[in-house]
């Protein structure tokens, strides 16, 4: 089922929120080698943060959207495509 996020939470994130959003980041910093002090590093956080306070707050479906956001797919994990496309 897929989920409709309709509102974005205004409130302060605290310590466990922001513990659950540099778990993800620091997760997906190592797996594809992403400089913390780059510009991508940059867009993936905010990415984080702005998931994270419309309402995902599972680890892997953070990390899964995040991926999908960026584009951070292994070509390997990519589904075949058909040739010519």
Known sequence: MVQTITNRSQVPLDSRDL???QQVFD???????????????ERMASIIIELYRQGVRDPN??????????GLFEASER?????GI
Do not use: F, G, N
Request: proline fraction near 6%; hydrophobic fraction near 40%.
């Open 27 to 41: 997760k997906l910093s190592a797996d594809y080698a992403i400089a913390r002090d780059s510009a991508e590093a």
């Open 61 to 70: 479906h953070l990390q899964s959207m995040v991926e999908a956001a960026r």
């Open 79 to 83: 589904p075949p495509t058909a040739r």
């Open 19 to 21: 513990a659950t959003c």
